[in-house]
């Protein structure tokens, strides 16, 4: 009954910010949203930005210096803010989690359904 959901994508101009967020929904006994990932039609499917397990952020090379990052735990959300957005941003934007759905259950890990960005002039 755990389920990620994505919000916040849509069609911008070249140059334009979006932000995305990721919620968890459903019940569940403790949850941890890792990242972002994106894949576009045709290319394997690509982390974006995370956090690590020591706590720090890594971003994709191509994200650097665009994206950010960040979460509220009060809220089970995370956020990518997207600024500067290139056409080759284009593509599925997922969250990724892991996390237990009851106390006793083995991790397991959920992803979103997805957020369609689109970068076009």
């Known amino acids: 009954q755990v389920q990620l959901v994505e919000s916040g994508g849509g069609l911008v101009q070249p140059g334009g910010s979006l932000r995305l967020s990721c919620a968890v929904s459903g019940r569940f006994f403790s949850i941890n949203i890792w990242g972002w990932y994106r894949q576009a039609p045709g290319k394997q499917r690509e982390l974006v930005a995370g956090f690590t397990r020591g706590g720090s952020t890594v971003y994709a090379d191509s994200a650097k210096g665009r994206f950010t990052i960040s979460r509220d735990n009060a809220r089970n959300t995370v956020y990518l803010q997207m600024n500067s957005l290139k056409p080759e941003d284009t593509a599925a934007y997922y969250c990724?989690?892991?996390?237990?759905?009851?106390?006793?259950?083995?991790?397991?890990?959920?992803w979103g359904q997805g957020t369609q960005v689109t970068v076009s002039s």
């Open positions: 990724n989690a892991d996390g237990h759905s009851d106390r006793w259950s083995p991790i397991t890990d959920y």
